[in-house]
């Protein structure tokens, strides 16, 4: 069984919006990277059609910057799994609805998909980690602050425990920061405080 990773770009006050981060080649290497040692892509639908609209064009153009495209490249040949209850059309090579139960989708999911699934989109990801079902987390934390736009896990409903496994530092400042779920933590309320 692979496992779900989720990962995005999050500034120092838990922004996610795409904008503010630094993407330079380094990022962009970075990302390409995680998905190539991933089986697939899984996106909710609003990542899903931020996604569509942007990378196809990308993937064509042959001026666009060497590591942009070679990202849209592989995310074009990549499977991408999206989870929608509002569109069930979704032309974008090589991409499937998820449909069910989400407990028992993502778990079918990541039992085929033995090099793991890689999730980027934020609500989704809520989501997934109330269930309990993400495995890992790869944050790159950019030296930005930036006081504005959507947080990384808002709302979550008790705290969650994690292991750092790795980091790795970017020459503009931004850190990959690599954890996973503790196995069995004991939480009590001095821990979440």
């Known amino acids: 069984m692979g496992l779900l990773t989720f990962g995005l770009n999050v500034t120092l006050d838990g922004c996610i919006d795409h904008t503010q981060g630094i993407a330079d080649d380094a990022l962009h290497d970075y990302w390409t990277g995680l998905m190539d040692h991933s089986g697939a892509m899984l996106f909710g639908r609003n990542t899903y059609e931020l996604m569509e609209g942007a990378w196809p064009a990308v993937a064509r153009d042959e001026k666009a910057p060497r590591a942009m495209r070679e990202w849209a490249q592989k995310l074009e040949a990549k499977?991408?799994?999206?989870v929608s209850s509002s569109r069930s059309d979704f032309p974008w090579q090589n991409t499937v609805r998820v449909q069910g139960?989400?407990?028992e989708a993502i778990g079918a999911l990541k039992a085929k998909t033995e090099?793991?699934?890689l999730v980027g989109a934020p609500k989704l990801a809520a989501a997934l980690e109330e269930l309990g079902l993400i495995d890992e987390y790869r944050l790159v934390l950019h030296p930005v602050i930036s006081g504005r736009g959507p947080t990384l896990f808002h709302g979550l409903s008790r705290a969650r425990h994690?292991?750092?496994?790795?980091?790795?530092?970017?020459?503009?400042g931004?850190?990959?920061?690599?954890f996973r779920r503790r196995s069995s933590v004991r939480v009590d309320e001095r821990d979440i405080g």
């Open 115 to 117: 090099r793991g699934v």
């Open 101 to 103: 139960d989400l407990r």
């Open 174 to 178: 931004a850190q990959a920061l690599h």
């Open 162 to 172: 994690l292991e750092l496994v790795g980091t790795q530092p970017f020459a503009s």
């Open 79 to 82: 499977p991408k799994y999206v």
